[in-house]
């Protein structure tokens, strides 16, 4: 039985070397065939590039059949990705809806708080503003001025000095109306002086313009921390600009100049916004120059009774 065994054995191996020596050439005639192949895709003639197409062509009715049957495992697969996808979405929305839930329970509690305040306080509400959406129809910038026209004027309730902003925030003001269009002085213009605050410090300066790309910050007090990437929005002083309007950030390298770099593009104005926000300290001045008091004559004329009587015969 060992000795059937060990024959059937030798038997094997002998065969195994046989089929060895008949696939050796094999081998060798692939090896070859590859090495021509690459040789041939190196060379870049006309001829076989037409031969490359042709083959291509005719090959093309060939995958495209074999297509056929995977194109259901295809379609499989990205569902699968799909449906993964989903789900990791789903489960990351559910996560920020619930935090977006907490948030809206606390603004509520908030909004009833500061509304239980103003109530106390007697606070005037804020005025509500009322706007005119027109459209850029003219470009008067140059090396002196940053101005632009808009198609809305004083038909459509338009005044000067009314702010015009856009969806990025101020773009400038009203310098000028007409029946059809208005002047919008921009931010930019050497004209331009807008109060603002600045950072979370809230430090008020001016934003002054410049021509430039990025308007700088002027008259900023002593000490006052400013830091690059700090917000800057209009202030409301001088009654000029409502407060909250967003103008841009202070730039990277503002540590000496403090420029500030504009959130609107305002070298690709197309619609823009007038706001209807008239001046609140527009004629105060009046008022207590015409105001007359309850005894005498009225402010800011005087009595000539006396040299009336001088003056006389």
Known sequence: MTRLNDDHRIFMRGDQRARGRRLRPL??????????LMLLSKLDHSMLGDLRWQVASWMTPVFQTAMVPLTPIREAGRTIGTQVG??????????????????????????AKVANLEAIARTIPAQKLDFVTSRVIADS?????????IDAGSENKVKSGYPVVNGDGLVGRIVETGPHSARVLLATDLNSRIPVVVGPNAVRAILAGDNSAEPRLVYVPDGAKIGPGDEVSTSGSGGLFPS???????????????SV?????????????????????AGLGDDLVNRKPENGPAAGTGSNTGNDQRSGP
């Open 141 to 149: 910038s140059g090396a002196f001025v940053h101005n632009v026209i």
């Open 86 to 111: 989903v789900q990791d979405e789903l489960a990351h929305l559910k996560k920020e809806n619930q935090r977006l839930g907490s948030w809206e329970w606390r603004a509520r509690q908030l909004e």
């Open 261 to 281: 770099k504009l959130r609107a593009n305002l070298d690709r104005l197309d619609y823009v916004s007038v706001l209807f926000y008239d001046d609140l300290s």
């Open 27 to 36: 081998i060798l005639l692939l090896m070859f065939v590859s090495a021509a």
């Open 244 to 258: 909250g309007l967003r103008l841009g950030a202070v730039a990277d390298n503002a540590r000496q100049s403090r």
